[in-house]
């Protein structure tokens, strides 16, 4: 879902923009950032770009087989003999 090396960059960089009076809590600050991002992360309905391509796959494979059926109906209703009452 969301790289472990850019969050760990995020937390660092946030961490070395703190105020130097904050130095010395940054650790603190930083596992609390991480935390935070991490709760946001997992509570967001997101999914890998492996699924989405899947997915995206699945699709194109669906529209193909619905165009390939819609001819197939519409050649079936083109040759069908009306119906002569007597």
């Keep these: 879902m969301f790289d472990p090396k850019k969050l760990d960059d995020l937390v660092r960089r946030l961490g070395e923009g703190l105020p130097e ?13 991480r935390l935070g ?3 946001v992360l997992a509570n967001m309905d997101i999914v890998t770009r492996e699924d989405f391509e899947v997915q995206r796959m699945v699709l ?3 529209r193909e087989r619905l165009e390939a059926l819609e001819k197939r109906v519409a050649a079936l209703e083109a ?3 009306p119906d002569v009452e007597a």
């Design 21 to 33: 009076a904050l130095t010395d809590v940054r650790s603190e600050v930083e596992k609390t950032v």
């Design 37 to 39: 991002v991490q709760q």
């Design 60 to 62: 194109a494979r669906t």
């Design 79 to 81: 040759e069908r003999v």
